[in-house]
């Protein structure tokens, strides 16, 4: 488990943490709890997420188990910079939503003295390294990769496994349309897709 850097308060520089895994790992779960954590302890937090991502609600961020907490819906990374350059903490919800400038912007904030929290998706549809989370994950100082449980095996599940037709990278969903599941599954519906083109 995440423990809070206590070391050094008189020479404490700001740091990146990142939360990553699939679809219902409880990754803004994480992250919410983090941020609590920050709040109750008098510490000025602010919190972002992309503006396309509505599924819950469209100003906070909302985990699958409908935990949530205040947020602002930005259109760019740059948003981030410019209003959350005064906090202790910093935290960005669905990050692989963001383009590659979202790395330079965490940076820049972690090296003017913020916490920086950030959770997202780790790979895509296809098991692929997902927008500028991988960036984000080898700056970090503190990565923590959170899994969900596979209901077909009962195994550890770090896929998200797509289940409608859809081809675009990004496409909004829940159980209607992802599936998370262990790395046996994950190769055997993509051998099934292959087979069928």
Known sequence: M????????????GWMEVICGSMF???????????????????QVEIFKPRIDVRYSEEDIVSHNENK??????????????LGSNCDVVGIDEAQFFDESIVEVANQLANNGTRVVIAGLDMDFMG?????????????EYVTKVHAICKRTGNLANYSLRTSASKDLVQLGETDSYEAVSRRIFREEM???????
Request: hydrophobic fraction near 40%.
């Open 2 to 13: 995440f423990l809070e850097n206590t070391i050094n308060h008189a020479k404490q520089s």
């Open 25 to 43: 790992s409880g990754k803004t779960e994480e992250l919410i709890r983090r941020l609590r954590r920050a709040e109750m302890a008098g510490q």
């Open 69 to 82: 907490i205040r947020s602002t819906a930005v259109d760019n990374p740059d948003e981030i910079l410019l």
């Open 128 to 140: 692929r390294p997902f927008g500028p989370m991988p960036f984000l994950m080898a700056i970090a």
């Open 191 to 197: 051998q099934k897709l292959e087979e069928n083109k």
